[in-house]
């Protein structure tokens, strides 16, 4: 069974720094980020494809960086500069085919939510 667990939620400040991180079971194509605000809409963050390609969205580019190890099967987003807008619950996701982006139809297995909340 292919398995996602996300960690690296919690509450700053305007302007702060957090850092996700999420453990997978093995290596897939494609690796990213996504969270869901309270308009419950899942929305793609950032991507990261097998040959280290990345991918984000307009909303988060420059102040987001998403990395992976896979030696250390580990995929990491690290948030600067963060915006009350960037508060939602944010999801790491996997998949196996051979495309990457932040749409989240590339994306099979999902991980449990980490909640980020930003205060102004």
């Known amino acids: 069974e292919y398995q996602l667990v996300g960690s690296g939620g919690g509450s700053v400040q305007a302007g702060g720094s957090l850092r996700l991180s999420c453990e997978y079971t093995?290596?897939?194509?494609?690796m990213g980020w996504f969270r869901q605000g309270p308009d419950n809409e899942r929305d793609g963050v950032a991507a990261?494809?097998?040959?280290?390609?990345?991918y984000y969205a307009t909303s988060v580019a420059g102040r987001f960086t998403i990395s992976r190890d896979n030696a250390k099967n580990t995929l990491h987003l690290q948030m600067n500069s963060l915006k009350p807008s960037d508060a939602a619950e944010y999801y790491c996701?996997?998949?196996?085919?051979?495309?990457?982006?932040?749409?989240?139809?590339?994306?099979?297995?999902w991980g449990q939510g980490t909640q980020v909340a930003v205060s102004s």
């Open positions: 990261i494809s097998a040959g280290g390609s990345t």
């Open positions: 996701a996997a998949g196996r085919r051979r495309y990457c982006s932040t749409d989240e139809k590339w994306f099979e297995f």
């Open positions: 093995s290596s897939t194509y494609c």
